[in-house]
T-cell receptor, first 114, second 114 residues
Framework: LAKTTQPISMDSYEGQEVNITCSHN???????ITWYQQFPSQGPRFIIQ???TKVTNEVASLFIPADRKSSTLSLPRVSLSDTAVYYC???????????????FGGGTRLMVKP | SQTIHQWPATLVQPVGSPLSLECTVE??????LYWYRQAAGRGLQLLFY??????ISSEVPQNLSASRPQDRQFILSSKKLLLSDSGFYLC?????????????FGPGTRLTVL
């Protein structure tokens, strides 16, 4: 399983762009990179997923360099409601007769201040 | 649309008592199902996953067990709870096709063992 490393916590202010970088040096060829968001006492929620280069949706952008050993989640113009824990995950290679298993690390606790 | 339910929402149990947490999914068939545990301030730990009725795979040896008596029902059990079993238990489902499948999480059960 590819292990991920990301900062434990980050602080930001409303209206700023936040970039959270994740390292995954042992990523496998078939692995996808996925980011989830979790608010207190709730289950994680899918934000964005990518395989290489750049992916953008209505919530965030995901930048993945050519070697895929890291990725950066970019949140444009954060608000107080973006305060949450953000998990970087590397999707396990799909196993025969098995589900896609995700390995959740400790995540990055983002605090957005007014 | 698909929905995932968990109950109870909160539970306080004495050490040595049994446990039964239930998870059900609506709006999809033959999902992959997962049980995670999250200790306070920590990341998610995958406990069990299932790709079909009666098929359970365990990721971490412990005093917990899981069962899938119906296609969209996933149960987490214990015969005797330990203090270390306290945590936030999350059930999730994903599609069962090839390739990466996003996982959708339930609202969780907060278990406190005293």
């Amino acid at each position: 399983l590819a292990k991920t490393t990301q900062p434990i916590s980050m602080d930001s202010y409303e209206g700023q762009e936040v970039n959270i970088t994740c390292s995954h040096n042992n990523i496998a060829t078939n692995d996808y990179i996925t980011w989830y968001q979790q608010f207190p006492s709730q289950g994680p929620r899918f934000i964005i997923q990518g395989y290489k280069t750049k992916v953008t949706n209505e919530v965030a952008s995901l930048f993945i360099p050519a070697d895929r050993k890291s990725s950066t989640l970019s949140l444009p113009r954060v608000s107080l409601s973006d305060t949450a824990v953000y998990y970087c995950l590397v999707g396990d290679r799909p196993l025969r007769n098995a589900g896609n298993m995700l390995t959740f690390g400790g995540g990055t606790r983002l605090m957005v201040k007014p | 649309s698909q929905t995932i339910h968990q109950w109870p929402a909160t539970l306080v149990q004495p050490v040595g008592s049994p446990l039964s947490l239930e998870c059900t999914v609506e709006g999809t068939s033959n999902p992959n199902l997962y049980w995670y545990r999250q200790a306070a301030g920590r990341g998610l730990q995958l406990l069990f996953y299932s790709v079909g009725i009666g098929q359970i795979s365990s990721e971490v040896p412990q005093n917990l067990s899981a069962s899938r008596p119906q296609d969209r029902q996933f149960i987490l059990s214990s015969k005797k709870l330990l203090l270390s079993d306290s945590g936030f238990y999350l059930c999730a489902w994903s599609g069962g096709g090839k390739g990466y499948n996003e996982q959708f999480f339930g609202p969780g059960t907060r278990l406190t063992v005293l």
